[in-house]
Nanobody, 123 residues
Framework: QVQLVESGGGLVQPGGSLRLSCAAS????????MGWFRQAPGKERDFVAA????????GYADSVRGRFTISRDNVKNMVYLQMNSLKPEDTAVYYC????????????????WGQGTQVTVSS
């Protein structure tokens, strides 16, 4: 079992940057594919980025590719989302997710979820 706790959200101006962190519990963290999702008010939860268990491969939604970077540290049991050139439309609650399946980690069927952290992009 994996427990996930996100942090690093906040209020930032358009064009600014934030780095989200996700702390994972459990000795098997390095066997999980990891992902980030976001949910804006009144909208569905959407995929943002994913990274394979060993960090070798990453994937991004078209809306964030080139601006966001996902990474992980399997020694510290951490996953990160570096967000640059933020836009007001990036405002949402951001969630960390974990699943053993690469086919699932880009979907909302992922097995484990954190509680979310709010990101607000506004001047």
């Amino acid at each position: 079992q994996v427990q996930l706790v996100e942090s690093g959200g906040g209020l930032v101006q358009p064009g600014g940057s934030l780095r989200l962190s996700c702390a994972a519990s459990g000795r098997t963290f390095s066997t999980y594919q990891m992902g980030w999702f976001r949910q804006a008010p009144g909208k569905e939860r959407d995929f943002v980025a994913a990274i394979t268990y060993n960090g070798a491969t990453t994937g991004y939604a078209d809306s964030v590719r080139g601006r966001f970077t996902i990474s992980r540290d399997n020694v510290k049991n951490m996953v990160y989302l570096q967000m640059n050139s933020l836009k007001p439309e990036d405002t949402a609650v951001y969630y960390c997710a974990a699943d053993t399946s690469l086919a699932v980690i880009t979907t909302t069927s992922s097995k484990y979820w954190g509680q979310g952290t709010q990101v607000t992009v506004s001047s």
